[in-house]
């Protein structure tokens, strides 16, 4: 009866941070959690990133949606790496499967970095979108929205279901890491508000023209 428990690793396994959160149902999330095809299909596509080197996992998430609904189709967190070494990582992934890159405005330098590598990082404020990125996050998961890959989304879904709400309504970080939670955040906003790029194009070859 113990095992059966979602509090059972918790209680008597001693790991703190698994078990009943209060922003994503538990039994939502195990639902939606089911094999498919981690290849890429053609929807849109945005790559997440929430970085850390101290405490805190280094967390890259890559998702994609399709008829209105978001697959991850690839999730990792990384314990203390190398500034270097992540720009290297996302640079790689990003030759083969170029897609926008949302990054953490904490971060100015790893933005800089990849923007001089040919990689299209945007910087995601935290301190004036986490609001809308939980709201957006839990009525995702809420309406049946997204999936989790078993094999790629154990991380995120062990973060997804143990999360609390703090006195803002926003991800307790107190009591766990939420490294993957905030990169699943982020995309679930993304793909929500459907972010406007604007691209300059001189439509004169010189001033004379005008």
Same mark, same amino acid.
């Given at each position: 009866?113990?095992?059966?428990?979602?509090?059972?690793?918790?209680?008597?396994?001693?790991?703190?941070?698994?078990?009943?959160?209060?922003?994503?149902?538990?039994?939502?999330?195990?639902? =939606?959690?089911?094999?498919?095809?981690? /290849?890429?299909?053609?929807?849109?596509?945005?790559?997440?990133?929430?970085?850390? @080197?101290?405490?805190? %996992?280094? /967390?890259?998430?890559?998702?994609?949606?399709?008829?209105? +609904?978001? @697959?991850?189709?690839?999730?990792?967190?990384?314990?203390?790496?190398?500034?270097? $070494?992540?720009?290297?990582?996302?640079?790689?992934?990003?030759?083969? @499967?170029?897609?926008?890159?949302? +990054?953490? #405005?904490?971060?100015?330098?790893?933005?800089?970095?990849?923007? *001089?590598? #040919?990689?299209? /990082?945007?910087?995601?404020?935290?301190?004036?979108?986490?609001?809308?990125?939980?709201?957006?996050?839990?009525? /995702?998961?809420?309406?049946?929205?997204?999936?989790?890959?078993?094999?790629?989304?154990?991380?995120?879904?062990?973060?997804? %279901? #143990?999360?609390?709400?703090?006195?803002?309504?926003?991800?307790?970080?107190?009591?766990?890491?939420?490294?993957?939670?905030?990169?699943?955040?982020? $995309?679930?906003?993304?793909? %929500?508000?459907?972010? =406007? *790029?604007?691209?300059?194009?001189?439509? @004169?070859?010189?001033?004379?023209?005008?």
């Amino acid at each position: 009866v113990a095992k059966a428990s979602p509090s059972f690793m918790r209680e008597y396994g001693l790991q703190y941070g698994v078990g009943h959160g209060n922003i994503y149902p538990y039994s939502l999330v195990n639902e =939606l959690t089911e094999s498919y095809d981690l /290849a890429y299909k053609g929807g849109r596509q945005v790559r997440t990133v929430d970085p850390a @080197y101290g405490s805190s %996992k280094f /967390a890259i998430l890559e998702s994609e949606m399709l008829d209105g +609904v978001i @697959y991850p189709k690839y999730c990792m967190q990384i314990e203390r790496p190398s500034p270097t $070494a992540m720009t290297e990582l996302i640079t790689t992934r990003n030759k083969e @499967y170029p897609m926008i890159t949302l +990054v953490d #405005s904490a971060h100015p330098g790893l933005i800089r970095d990849l923007n *001089e590598r #040919s990689v299209q /990082a945007q910087e995601v404020r935290f301190n004036s979108e986490l609001s809308n990125m939980t709201i957006e996050g839990a009525q /995702a998961v809420k309406e049946k929205r997204a999936r989790f890959h078993p094999d790629i989304c154990q991380d995120l879904t062990a973060q997804l %279901k #143990s999360v609390e709400a703090n006195d803002k309504g926003h991800p307790d970080k107190r009591k766990l890491n939420f490294d993957l939670g905030d990169c699943f955040q982020m $995309a679930c906003n993304y793909f %929500k508000t459907g972010r =406007l *790029e604007m691209i300059r194009i001189n439509q @004169y070859e010189d001033e004379d023209s005008l």
